[in-house]
């Protein structure tokens, strides 16, 4: 392990050894990590590499059939989502984070409304509630006249923001994000970066999930990869630059593979869509770098 | 941070597609104003149609209320559980078993009853029609099968009992006698009984109806149970995952329609002085009716319950129109299909509508 240099600060939320099986499937097997208050861990694989199955599992809507989980170093067992969430881990879902058809304001606070006055008479304070979620937005610099639009009418950036805004506003001491870049355009992905280490400068431990590592690379501390239901490596940000981190996350001998194959390509008269292609690839790769160094020095 | 980003007042470049949501458009998505539009309508239709059967009166005004009434309660409760996306096919049948169940308590035991008195025998005939709702929900909760087939079951299992238990107890499918019952002028005032006014008979379950509307409103709109509803029907993952109690809430809605069948039963009985296991037949179709027509949507997560009211009285005023005006009685099922499916289209489009801006 290469992060020991920080020792000064205990992780705030650690899994050690943790396997989970379904059935004869083996999701998860002897996965360990951990995340710090006040950094961001990037989880970082390929689809099927066993991602989701372990965000899950650490917002408590799955139980691991093996390993120890530990909360501010306590080892602690959820039951559902809504333990994980008592004890301030809030997860932002990439799809299923926000209802379409509900107004703005009632999915802000959904499952966790403010209310006045005494039983029987106890009820939803809607003004509050209205009032908080056009400050809480305004502060991430999206404007909203109206609090009741649907949010089914926002922008995916716009919607990921709102639910990062909720999760921080509710005071979630960690903050696990599930591919909240994977479906925006550069510039979105940019704001989103952009609260990411918001929420990191107020001390929340983040963990970024992305199989982007263009998107990791400039937010995270350090980097996690999953391959395969099992770690292939955690490595601090200093000891790893990004080629090699893109490398080894689509697996080395692979992309190698794959770079003879597009070169092979290229070099026939039908290889040159193939060459644009790669060229165009080369530019969206810049711009998207750039927007997230962009985002980095805003702050 | 903490210094430079306290600025509350918005900056004047703001997003321009936030100003575009203007005061119709803001109208267009409240679910009700389609309802209420055809009530309007309907309405107007009959006024114009039947004017000379007397159909813009006090006697056919009241006619309407209290043929809506019972049907407005029953949607009320099928209205929040269909916001909550999930259905209940058995309420008409729960209806059936609510009364033979009242009934059966307060028989004799001579006659095959258990002949318990007024009081004990509500509370022990609303706790078994709760437990049905409960069988209901905990079904649909542990199974996670559609709550559709689920209640399909439940509205041949309830209605069979029904049937059944009065059979074996007294070898009738009708109970009658309710009116003996010592006590039943209080429960007839409370239910049963007809206000008078300008020569028109309304029943007091008029104002149960008003009043268990008002009630449901408060709650979907104000409230945190409420916000759950909606948030349950519009995606019942996302919900879990914040927090929602979404098994916890689904059982007690399918507790709560059972309870609006058993309301629903106890005013019959009363009005009718007994029970009969074939009442509320059709009634869980007919509150489906009513609350899609009110906009409720079919997949969950939008609707309000001024609609289902609205689509109650809709369904009223047709049947009395029908009714008023002479016309062939099969004429009403043709105008009430055509004006759920008018319903269901006008409701997608608004729906559409509110998610695409």
Same mark, same amino acid.
């Given at each position: ?7 000064t ?10 396997s989970?099986?379904?059935g ?7 996965v ?16 099927g ?6 965000i899950k ?6 139980k691991?059939?093996e390993?120890?989980y530990?909360?501010?170093? @306590?080892?602690v067992d959820?039951?559902s989502?809504?333990d ?7 997860t932002v879902?990439?799809?299923?984070a926000?209802?379409?058809?509900? %107004?703005?304001?009632?999915? &802000? ?6 209310t006045?006055g005494?039983?029987p008479?106890r009820?939803?304070?809607v ?6 979620t056009r400050?809480?937005m305004?502060k991430?610099?999206i404007?909203?006249r ?5 949010v089914?009418?926002?922008?995916g950036?716009?919607r ?7 999760a921080v506003y ?17 510039k ?19 963990? &970024? ?11 995270g501390?350090? &980097?996690v ?7 292939y490596g955690?490595?601090? @940000? ?7 981190l ?6 080395g ?5 794959l %770079?003879?194959e597009?070169? %092979? ?7 040159r869509?193939?060459e ?5 690839a080369?530019?969206?790769?810049a ?5 997230a160094?962009?985002?980095?020095q805003?702050? | ?9 918005p900056p ?12 119709l ?8 104003i389609?309802?209420?539009a055809?009530?309007?309508l309907? !309405? ?10 007397n159909f813009?009166?006090m006697?056919?005004?009241a006619s309407?209320?209290?043929r809506?009434?019972p049907l407005?309660?029953?949607a009320v409760?099928?209205a ?8 209940d096919?058995?309420?008409g049948s ?6 033979i169940a009242?009934m ?10 258990f002949?318990?008195?007024l009081g ?6 609303? $706790?078994?029609t709760l437990?049905?709702? $409960?069988f209901?929900? /905990?079904l649909?909760v542990t ?12 509205l ?5 009992l ?8 007294t070898a ?11 006590g ?10 007809? /206000?008078?006014?300008f020569?028109a ?5 008029i104002l149960?109806?008003i009043?268990l509307?008002?009630?449901?409103t408060?709650? $979907?709109?104000r ?8 948030g ?8 879990r995952n914040?927090?929602v ?5 689904v059982?007690?809605l399918f507790?709560?329609?059972?309870f ?6 106890l ?6 002085g007994?029970?009969?296991? $074939?009442r509320?037949?059709?009634?869980e179709?007919?509150?489906? /009716? ?7 949507l079919l997949t ?9 009211a609205?689509?109650a ?9 029908i ?7 099969? !004429?009403?099922?043709?105008f ?5 499916v008018?319903a ?6 608004i ?7």
């Amino acid at each position: 392990m290469t992060h020991n240099e920080s020792m000064t600060i205990a992780p705030i939320l650690e899994v050690k050894s943790i396997s989970k099986f379904f059935g004869s499937v083996i999701a998860l097997h002897d996965v360990s990590m951990f995340v710090r208050p006040g950094e961001v861990t990037c989880l970082l694989g390929d689809n099927g590499a066993g991602k989701s199955t372990l965000i899950k599992t650490l917002a408590g809507v799955h139980k691991p059939t093996e390993g120890e989980y530990f909360f501010e170093g @306590k080892p602690v067992d959820f039951n559902s989502p809504r333990d994980a969430l008592e004890h301030g881990i809030a997860t932002v879902y990439q799809d299923l984070a926000m209802i379409p058809l509900m %107004s703005i304001w009632r999915n &802000f606070f959904l499952g966790s409304e403010p209310t006045k006055g005494v039983p029987p008479l106890r009820r939803f304070d809607v003004s509050h509630a209205k009032q908080v979620t056009r400050e809480e937005m305004a502060k991430m610099g999206i404007d909203i006249r109206n609090p009741d639009q649907p949010v089914g009418t926002l922008s995916g950036g716009e919607r990921q923001s709102v639910a990062i805004a909720r999760a921080v506003y509710f005071g979630a001491k960690v903050l696990i994000l599930d591919e909240p870049t994977a479906a925006l355009g550069v510039k979105q992905a940019g704001v989103v970066l952009r609260y990411i280490l918001q929420a990191k400068q107020r001390g929340i431990g983040v963990i &970024f999930i992305t199989h982007n590592p263009h998107h990791a690379y400039p937010v995270g501390d350090h &980097f996690v990869i999953l391959r395969r239901g099992t770690i292939y490596g955690d490595y601090a @940000k200093a000891d790893v630059p990004l080629e090699q981190l893109v490398s080894m996350m689509a697996g080395g001998a692979d992309l190698e593979a794959l %770079s003879h194959e597009l070169a %092979s390509a290229s070099r026939t008269d039908t290889g040159r869509a193939a060459e644009e292609l790669a060229e165009a690839a080369q530019a969206y790769h810049a711009t998207a770098v750039e927007a997230a160094e962009g985002a980095t020095q805003d702050e | 941070m903490t210094t430079t980003e306290e600025a509350p007042a918005p900056p004047e470049t703001a997003d321009e597609r936030v100003r575009r949501v203007g005061g119709l458009a803001n109208l267009m998505t409240r679910p009700e104003i389609g309802a209420l539009a055809a009530l309007v309508l309907v !309405w107007v239709f009959f006024a114009i149609v039947a004017f000379d059967n007397n159909f813009v009166s006090m006697a056919a005004t009241a006619s309407i209320l209290n043929r809506a009434a019972p049907l407005g309660i029953l949607a009320v409760a099928v209205a929040l559980l269909m916001i909550a996306g999930e259905f209940d096919l058995s309420v008409g049948s729960i209806i059936g078993f609510a009364g033979i169940a009242i009934m059966l308590m307060v028989t004799p035991g001579s006659a095959g009853g258990f002949g318990l008195a007024l009081g004990p025998a509500i509370v022990i005939a609303l $706790l078994i029609t709760l437990a049905a709702g $409960l069988f209901n929900g /905990i079904l649909v909760v542990t199974t996670k099968l559609p709550s559709f087939i689920i209640t399909l079951g439940g509205l041949f299992i309830f209605r069979g009992l029904a049937t059944a238990a009065a059979r074996i107890r007294t070898a009738r499918t009708q109970l009658g006698g309710f009116g003996d019952v010592p006590g039943f002028d209080i429960l007839n005032a409370l239910l049963g009984q007809k /206000i008078d006014i300008f020569g028109a008979a309304f029943d007091i379950a008029i104002l149960w109806w008003i009043g268990l509307t008002a009630l449901a409103t408060w709650v $979907l709109l104000r409230t945190k149970v409420g916000n759950w509803i909606y948030g349950v029907g519009g995606d019942t993952n996302a919900s879990r995952n914040v927090g929602v109690p979404v098994n916890r809430l689904v059982v007690s809605l399918f507790v709560l329609t059972a309870f609006a069948a058993f309301l629903v039963a106890l005013i019959q009985v009363t009005q009718f002085g007994g029970a009969d296991s $074939l009442r509320g037949e059709q009634q869980e179709f007919n509150a489906i /009716i009513a609350a899609v027509v009110g906009g409720v949507l079919l997949t969950g997560g939008y609707g309000s319950v001024v609609g289902a009211a609205a689509g109650a009285l809709i369904f009223a005023l047709v049947q009395q129109g029908i009714t008023i005006t002479g016309v062939d009685a099969d !004429w009403f099922k043709v105008f009430v299909g055509a004006i759920l499916v008018l319903a269901v289209i006008f409701n997608n489009y608004i729906r559409q509508r509110a998610q695409k801006r």
